[in-house]
């Protein structure tokens, strides 16, 4: 039975998915005498963890009961409580956790914590698929870089424009949906300044029910991004951030930065530091970044090693011609054994087109072991 109350957990933690950053994705569900008597998960930054959203439902039953939850309770102060004290407190039996909570403030001391007070604890239950759900916080919380996912739509030949510059539109509308959910996932959407000039996208979340717009992020290691951009037109009120490098005319900035433009400085130029963007972002407590363009950023990203997840959208459809771009530019690998693989790989099918989503496996062997 506890894989069963688990993956209940793991379900409620989905719901709050793209909504809770800085922090985890967490699922609750308390049981005494084989019913269930509390459920619960985090919803946001700065809400009730999940623990005490259902032990809260839970009331006066919670007491000799057991607890499962999808991550281990927090033991220290952060925008609320720690969870070990509400935990002991409500009389709690037995808890029964998904992973250990990777964030060093944690790290197992919740779950000493609790086994001092003389609560069990049954640890690793569906422990692979609660680190799959908390992939994007794993990899923030371990490294101090946000999870970076690259999203390309291609044709059948890979290309990603025509030869005149036209993209739109490559996929259809199914396809086009799933990629504004998962715009609605991620906290930061960025693209390279070719991109704004070229199509003059506005970066906002347009799905039927709504959405939540990301942080909209240019590099533009100049400052030369166009005033009359959608992105700078206020259309949206998501935060703006322009990457620039220490060659930007100080006036370049100065406008921007008039406008509302967060202008973060990456590196001497010519081009963007990409370590010292991504470092940055994570100091703003933005734990996920999905990059969009062009074939230029495309690249940059893929040679750092920067990538963690693909969303790769493919449309039945040959455009040819060798003045059409395709969708990663640079210098490319020397072998087919060089090329960047991908593991664990999902095919999802959009009405005509196809969406293949993987984890990138650099020179054709994994070289260090993930969790995320």
Request: net charge positive.
């Amino acid at each position: 039975m506890d894989q069963e109350y688990m993956r209940m957990a793991l379900d409620l933690a989905v719901r709050a998915r793209g909504r809770t950053s800085p922090n985890p994705l967490v699922g609750a569900v308390v049981v005494r005498d084989g019913e269930i008597v509390g459920r619960g998960y985090h919803a946001r930054a700065g809400l009730p963890h999940a623990e005490i959203v259902a032990l809260a439902q839970a009331g006066e039953a919670a007491r000799g009961s057991t607890l499962y939850v999808s991550l281990e309770p927090c033991c220290h102060f952060g925008r609320t409580g720690p969870c070990t004290e509400a935990v002991i407190a409500a009389g709690v039996r037995r808890v029964v956790t998904a992973m250990r909570d990777p964030n060093p403030k944690v790290a197992g001391r919740g779950i000493a914590r609790l086994r001092e007070a003389g609560v069990e604890v049954t640890e690793d239950v569906l422990r692979d698929e609660a680190a799959r759900l908390n992939e994007i916080f794993i990899k923030y919380i371990t490294t101090g870089r946000p999870f970076v996912a690259l999203k390309v739509a291609v044709s059948l030949d890979g290309k990603i424009a025509t030869r005149t510059g036209d993209s739109r539109w490559i996929t259809g509308g199914p396809a086009r949906e799933y990629a504004h959910r998962l715009r609605d996932t991620y906290d930061a959407l960025l693209v390279g300044r070719g991109t704004v000039v070229k199509d003059d996208p506005s970066l906002t979340t347009r799905l039927p029910g709504g959405g939540r717009d990301p942080v909209r992020i240019v590099l533009d290691s100049l400052a030369r991004i166009p005033e009359s951009s959608r992105v700078l037109s206020g259309e949206s009120t998501a935060p703006v951030i322009v990457a620039v490098t220490g060659q930007a005319p100080r006036t370049r900035v100065a406008g921007l930065e008039s406008r509302g433009v967060q202008v973060v400085r990456c590196g001497p130029g010519p081009a963007v530091d990409l370590e010292v963007l991504l470092r940055e972002l994570a100091a703003r407590e933005i734990t996920s970044v999905m990059v969009e363009g062009g074939a230029t950023v495309h690249a940059s990203f893929l040679e750092a090693r920067f990538v963690d997840k693909l969303h790769w959208f493919v449309a039945p459809k040959i455009v040819g011609g060798v003045e059409a771009p395709g969708a990663v530019a640079g210098r490319g690998v020397g072998r087919i054994s060089e090329a960047v693989g991908l593991e664990r790989v999902r095919r999802i099918e959009l009405g005509n087109d196809l969406c293949i989503e993987g984890y990138p496996v650099w020179g054709g062997a994994a070289d260090v072991h993930r969790d995320y």
